[in-house]
């Protein structure tokens, strides 16, 4: 019982962090802002999704916590990669 | 857990249209970025749905494979761009 | 020194992908490990310095969900790039995860690094920068 509200709750904030993330991404800001928002959507709210999903079925807790992992050091790093990239033209060192 | 499933196909929606929608190409990769993460993040979901684990493993290996190729990718475009 | 939590971080990801402790894949995992190329730092790292960025990446879990509800719950509309230093007798693999930390908490993206010790970090803010 409490093991299926926790999941609930995990997965129910996951899921808004997802769409309110996904959000501005319509809008007409610069890219280091959408990252800033996709990285609360993607990182943190899959990472909160995949955690609820552990809870509720811990059987195959292996392949979660790899894509657990994968997740957070993989979306991390492809915006680093991203801001790094996009901010080429405007900035010289 | 069919609401879980909607939701993410409502919020997969939304980078795709970016995707397509948008002229400049750093809002486009942003996009292509989200798409994989949230596809692989649906697949995974789906897997747990149905307790269906060989759909598990490819929903990781999108999520591996596809943010290595968008980095690569943008290593890409940035070398292009200057020439 | 280091080698060995290389290798152990290998076998873990190996056994985590496999889902398979039996004695025969526990060796087959120690022998890929052995076999992937290591990445070699000439500097020595210590152990001490290894142990406090565990602890702080573990730490920045947590910080990065409150920043993401501070984000949610009042607007941060505006936009401010710093240049923060490195702190001294950083070596490689310890600057690629404070780059990683800084860049996981959503307040802060680290857009580029410096060769002479400084990050330039990208920041939104709630209130107008001066």
């Known amino acids: 019982m409490v093991v299926a509200i926790l999941s609930n709750v995990c997965i129910a904030v996951g899921l808004v962090f997802l769409l309110w993330g996904t959000w501005p991404l319509l809008g007409k800001r610069s890219v280091l802002f959408k990252l ?3 990285s609360v959507a993607d990182t943190l ?49 | 857990m069919n609401w879980i499933i909607g939701t993410m196909l409502l919020a997969l929606l939304v980078p795709m249209y970016v995707a397509f929608d948008s002229q400049h190409i750093w809002q486009k990769m942003l ?21 269906d ?6 929903g990781v290996l999108v999520l591996c494979v596809g943010n290595a190729a968008l980095m690569l990718l943008a290593q890409t475009i940035k070398q292009v761009d200057k020439w | ?3 060995y939590l290389e290798l152990a971080l290998r076998l873990i990801i190996w056994l ?42 573990l730490v920045a879990i947590p910080q990065a969900y409150k920043e993401a509800f501070e984000i949610m719950l009042r607007p941060h509309a505006f936009e401010e790039t710093t240049l923060e230093q490195v702190p001294p007798r950083r070596t490689p693999g310890l600057i690629f995860l404070d780059i990683f930390i ?8 680290v857009t580029r690094y410096h060769e002479r010790g400084w990050y330039e970090v990208h920041w939104i803010r709630r209130r107008k920068p001066e």
């Open chain 1, 36 to 38: 800033h928002s996709l």
């Open chain 3, 102 to 109: 800084i860049t996981f908490t959503p307040k802060t993206i």
């Open chain 2, 53 to 58: 684990w060989t759909i598990g493993v490819v």
């Open chain 3, 16 to 57: 985590l992908l496999t889902a398979d402790l039996s004695w025969e894949n526990i060796a087959i995992g120690v022998v890929v490990s052995l076999l992937i190329p290591r990445c070699t730092s000439t500097r020595i790292i210590r152990l001490r310095d290894w142990f406090h960025a565990g602890w702080e990446s």
């Open chain 2, 31 to 51: 996009a292509f970025a989200s798409v994989s993460t949230k596809s692989s993040m649906l697949i995974l979901a789906i897997s747990v749905l149905r307790d």
């Open chain 3, 1 to 3: 020194m280091i080698w």
């Open chain 1, 45 to 93: 709210g899959s990472m909160a999704i995949v955690v609820g999903l552990l809870i509720r079925i811990p059987r195959e807790w292996p392949l979660l916590v790899l894509a657990l992992i994968s997740l957070a050091i993989w979306n991390t790093i492809l915006g680093y990669v991203l801001a790094y990239c996009s901010t080429e033209g405007r900035t010289n060192d």
